[in-house]
């Protein structure tokens, strides 16, 4: 059954995993509506007014967290020895068990988490009250354009502007739409809840830390010793033009790698690492 798909089997295990796992996510957007409104009680408190585009970053990075934590929520004993039990006999393939995990965890949760966020803080901005919130961000969430508007608008001097402008230039605006970034991003975090089967979170948090270290060091290791050999003249004669174009088709090639290409690497080893459980 591993190589084969059927849409009704497959409509099916869907049904039956949100049957088994509705409870979880009904009390996780229980806490992140408890979150949202303490965020909002805190600026009524102080008296402050926040802003469209300062909201829509808080707003993003707190989906962010929340779309990173529910895959170790909902998946925490498929791949365990007994609990997982169930899990690997169900009558569902491999294939099939793996675009449920996509359908739930990233297409339904991401959207209908990003929803109810939002209609929260459209209802909030609203409240008659001299502080709080104001404007809507559902652009800033959805839109690449909005979002990078109001990046360059935070930006304090005229020099980070323009650096943002020259970095990010030529680059398609995709790349930094926030919802995107939200499904794409949670292609890991499914893979390391699958491979781990306790302490998921821990772990998956000293990975992250680890690797994160090695490719800082990786990176900026050649780009120090390089510096270090030239010469003083040769430094300050470089072309700058060359510098920059570097620097874009690095930034470039990062981000296509990081968005398209590792995404797809993850899910791919989801599905491998699905199909070799051995309980």
């Not at 099939?96 to 909030?124: A, G, R, W």
């Amino acid at each position: 059954m591993n190589a084969t798909f059927n849409i009704r089997r497959f409509g099916l295990n869907i049904y039956k995993e949100l049957l088994e796992k509705y409870r979880i996510i009904l009390g996780f957007w229980a806490v992140i509506v408890l979150v949202y409104l303490m965020f909002w009680g805190m600026t009524l408190l102080l008296g402050s007014n926040v802003g469209e585009y300062t909201r829509g970053t808080v707003a993003i990075t707190m989906l962010q967290l929340y779309c990173c934590l529910i895959p170790f929520l909902i998946y925490k004993n498929e791949n365990r020895h007994i609990e997982g039990t169930f899990y690997g006999i169900a009558p569902a393939s491999t294939l099939e068990k793996t675009l449920t995990i996509f359908v739930i965890v990233t297409l339904l949760f991401p959207t209908l988490t990003t929803v109810l966020m939002l209609s929260l803080d459209s209802l909030l901005s609203v409240m008659p009250t001299q502080s709080g919130f104001s404007g809507h961000i559902w652009n800033t969430v959805f839109s690449s354009d909005r979002f990078l508007s109001g990046l360059e608008n935070s930006m304090s001097t005229e020099e980070g502007r323009n650096m943002l402008d020259t970095l990010f230039f030529e680059i398609p605006n995709i790349f930094f739409n926030p919802f995107l970034g939200l499904i794409l991003s949670q292609s890991s975090v499914i893979f390391f809840a699958m491979l781990f089967r306790s302490h998921k979170i821990g772990k998956t948090l000293l990975l992250f830390c680890g690797i994160g270290f090695l490719v800082s060091i990786g990176a900026t290791w050649p780009i120090v010793a390089t510096v270090k050999h030239l010469e003083a003249e040769s430094l300050s004669a470089m072309d700058a033009e060359i510098m920059v174009r570097w620097m874009k088709n690095f930034v470039k090639t990062v981000m296509v790698f990081t968005c398209y290409i590792l995404p797809v690497i993850f899910w791919v080893l989801t599905y491998f690492r699905i199909r070799r459980i051995q309980y």
